[in-house]
DNA sequence: CCTGAAATATCTAAAAG
DNA sequence: CTTTTAGATATTTCAGG
């Protein structure tokens, strides 16, 4: 799974604009047209490129409302926190979610449309699981950076 | 900037495909090519949908480590919180980053190659901005859900 | 590995109902 | 809104260096 100056060249043109004609990327990177399909075929191939997704406006389908949430649960039994992480998981206002190591347990963030429907999701996902000790809300007054891509600089 | 349900169906595609074919969503949602490329064109002349990206794979780039951070700062004079704002947005380790009200002022999400990486980044991002009064670092043993999409249900 | 050309598929716009 | 048409663009394969 190496990666050479062209792979990262056209990571990183196909994680700005996915839509970016392999003929137009292989102008970019000197490259005929062709060779950047095989490229591209086999990043996708390898599990480099996960997919190819549409970035939507969250403020356009009324969820303009984000939430930061640290967890710390009461027991640590693998199969509580097993079926917790999945429940985290299968919750679509659910935007990210992380196991951490540090003063809580979880942290979560939740993209939702107003405070109601956020009291309503900790109600299902925090109580009913019955192994949430405590948890802080925290209110995002700004989302400073979302969708950041990840770097592709060499190692 | 009304969206039916057809609109919604595409949205809730698209997020999950880019590249399928536009026939193909006609099939799925029962329109005509035409109706559907005719949505789309709205939609992303609208702004609904942002942009079209592809997601990376970190851990084959190199970036298999993530870090939760809180930051308290020691002025809220806004030209200030500016300024860290555009240093945190401007780091391409800096996934996600949200001013939020409540026990911190910053929550941030990095994504970094190691620990040094990391550490490096505080020094540089936290340390040189002289308005960090703490920041506490939680790292992520588990990636529970990340590239989560927006949900396209109805209001 | 690459290039360049040919074949296939997709997209886009226009015309007409 | 639909379908159909036609031409432009994009993707994919294949021959050959």
Redesign the interface.
């Given at each position: 799974?190496k990666?050479d100056p062209y792979d990262r060249a056209l990571?990183a043109a196909?994680?700005?604009?996915?839509?970016t004609p392999q003929s137009a990327l292989g102008e970019q990177v000197s490259l005929s047209t062709a060779a950047v399909n095989r490229r591209l075929k086999a990043l996708a191939g390898?599990?480099?490129?996960?997919?190819?997704?549409?970035?939507?406006?969250?403020k356009?389908?009324?969820?303009d409302l984000?939430v930061?949430v640290e967890v710390k649960v009461e027991s640590e039994r693998a199969d509580l926190l097993d079926q917790m992480?999945r429940s985290?998981?299968a919750c679509?206002?659910?935007?990210?979610?992380?196991?951490?190591?540090?003063?809580?347990d979880?942290?979560l963030?939740f993209?939702v449309?107003d405070m109601e429907q956020y009291v309503a999701l900790t109600r299902k996902l925090f109580f009913e699981s019955h192994n949430v000790k405590t948890f802080?809300?925290?209110?995002?007054?700004?989302?400073?950076?979302?969708?950041?891509?990840?770097?592709?600089?060499a190692?």
């Open positions: 799974m990666l990571l196909l994680q700005d604009d996915a839509r390898e599990g480099v490129i996960e997919r190819f997704s549409a970035q939507l406006n969250p356009a389908l009324g969820y984000t930061v992480q985290f998981a679509p206002q659910v935007q990210q979610c992380y196991y951490v190591a540090g003063d809580c979880f942290v963030i993209l449309r802080k809300t925290l209110v995002a007054m700004n989302r400073v950076k979302t969708g950041a891509t990840v770097p592709v600089d190692a």
